[in-house]
């Protein structure tokens, strides 16, 4: 055989174990399911309510917040609440 086609014969072995290499490595990826977040969180109805009620009470205590409406601002705390100014 001459060197020519033995170089030839041996970059198509080459590519050929490439090739299955990448495909077990790509089947390996789509058939192993991914791993969900710590913080991941199954959809329900009580988990939807809870982020709508949320969000609204953030709304509306950034709004009198930033109207400047100290006596409504009590409302979102506990009555025992501290507010604890470093200056």
Do not use: K
Request: charged residues 20%.
């Amino acid at each position: 055989m001459n060197p020519q086609r033995l170089v030839h014969e041996l970059l198509l072995r080459t590519a050929r174990i490439i090739i299955v290499i990448m495909a077990a490595g790509t089947a390996f990826l789509l058939l192993t399911p991914m791993a969900t977040p710590a913080l991941a969180q199954q959809v329900t109805m009580e988990t939807l309510l809870d982020r709508i009620q949320i969000e609204d009470l953030l709304t509306r205590y950034y709004y009198d917040l930033s109207q400047g409406q100290a006596r409504e601002l009590s409302e979102y705390f506990t009555e025992d609440a501290m507010l604890d100014w470093d200056e």
